[in-house]
């Protein structure tokens, strides 16, 4: 099933993100943004302050003539000259924040719209239903197959591929997600939210609720597992609109 493209704006937010598409990717390069300029700024910033310090610490044969236009306390200072510096600093400053709430917030809605994926045009992808209950998950295939985690079932998905979400629960209010993947969404009775992610690799995520649930909130999680794609049609190929068919879904995975 082919995803449709979401126009100009997802390609220029994409143009942004340097062509990612997997929602982890995203927010790992959001993270490493901000850790590089936190760091450059920390660094900078601290390094002024001890050179300060150092500069004016006390000394009892100082040459009290540095500090002989220093004002006295409760005396208004004059200006030094230096207001163009400042300035400059506040505009630059200004201009660095504007630029990365931009770009982030550009990022996080296409994350949202899963314009990151549509962006790229023909792509594979597969639609799951997740709805939670007390105290599991279940998740429903295209073709009725169910997966209970109660019953020993897992979100089997293919590698490479848009898995896209569509969430809610039976009863209580819950909260599915995907620590490894990057995704979180609310599941509410009587409504619906959406998710998404692409797993480039294959292997075992735990999913876990977020919201608390009951007394049985610490044991709702659930197991992803990311399958070659041939391997996730033969698995997908052998199952039927039915509860979860653990013997089955075991084989398949192994």
Known sequence: MAVPPVGVAADVVLAGVGGIRAPAEVFQRIFLVFLGLGTLVGTVVISYTLYN????????????????????LGEVPE?????????????????????????TYGALVMVEDGGVAQAEGDVDSIDVRVEGYQFGWEFIYPNGHVEDSQAGGKLY???????????????????????????????????????????????????????????????????????EEAQFQDWYANTTGSETDSTNSTEAAE
């Not at 310090?53 to 006295?72: F, I, N, Q, S, V």
């Not at 000259?81 to 770009?103: D, M, N, P, T």
């Not at 490894?180 to 998710?195: E, F």
């Open 53 to 72: 310090a150092y500069k004016y610490r006390y000394r009892e044969d100082a040459d009290p003539a540095p500090d002989a236009d220093r004002p006295e």
């Open 79 to 103: 200006g030094g000259g230096k207001g163009k510096k400042l300035f400059l600093s506040f505009g630059l400053s200004a201009i660095v924040v504007l630029s990365l709430v931009a770009w």
């Open 157 to 227: 998905v293919p590698a490479d591929t848009v898995v896209n979400l569509t969430v809610t629960s039976q009863d209580v209010h819950h909260n599915f997600g995907v620590p490894d993947l990057r995704i979180k969404s609310d599941a509410i009775p009587g409504q619906t939210t959406d998710a998404w992610f692409v797993a480039e690799e294959t292997g075992t995520h735990t999913a876990n609720c977020y919201e608390l649930c009951g007394q049985g909130h610490s044991y709702m999680d659930a197991e992803v597992v990311v399958m």
